[in-house]
């Protein structure tokens, strides 16, 4: 049984940094492509990053752009999200995801073969 963790989140002032993970368990995805993605109270799921198989690749929302970074360990079936300079608007329920089978685009939230239960990051002012 495939299944995806979250972990990392929490609760912090402006301008801080958070990291989170996650972790796959049930079916190595070294070579699939996985992504990012938040959504807020009473907002639809959103794209934050996605990264191709080996690194090589990485793209990102503009909101995120230039303040969060998307990184994998395919040894460790992981993928990471750097967060800095977080901003109120960053709030969110975070997710991870994993696109195996869909071709379609991948900033389209059902472009995602499988997804993490999320985890919540609350970003004060």
């Known amino acids: 049984q495939v299944q995806l963790e979250e972990s990392g989140g929490g609760l912090v002032q402006a301008g801080a940094s958070l990291r989170l993970s996650c972790s796959a368990s049930?079916?190595?995805?070294?070579?699939?492509?996985w992504a990012w993605f938040r959504q807020a109270p009473g907002s639809e799921r959103e794209f934050v990053a996605h990264?191709?198989?080996?690194?090589?690749?990485?793209n990102y929302a503009d909101s995120v752009k230039g303040r969060f970074t998307i990184s994998r360990d395919n040894g460790e079936n992981a993928v990471y999200l750097q967060m800095n300079s977080l901003e109120p608007t960053d709030t969110a329920v975070y997710y991870c995801?994993?696109?195996?089978?869909?071709?379609?685009?991948?900033?389209?939230?059902?472009?995602?073969?499988?997804w993490g239960k999320g985890t919540l990051v609350t970003v004060s002012s």
């Open positions: 049930g079916h190595s995805f070294i070579r699939f492509p």
């Open positions: 995801a994993i696109q195996a089978y869909n071709s379609s685009p991948f900033r389209d939230p059902k472009s995602m073969d499988y």
């Open positions: 990264i191709n198989w080996n690194g090589d690749t990485k």
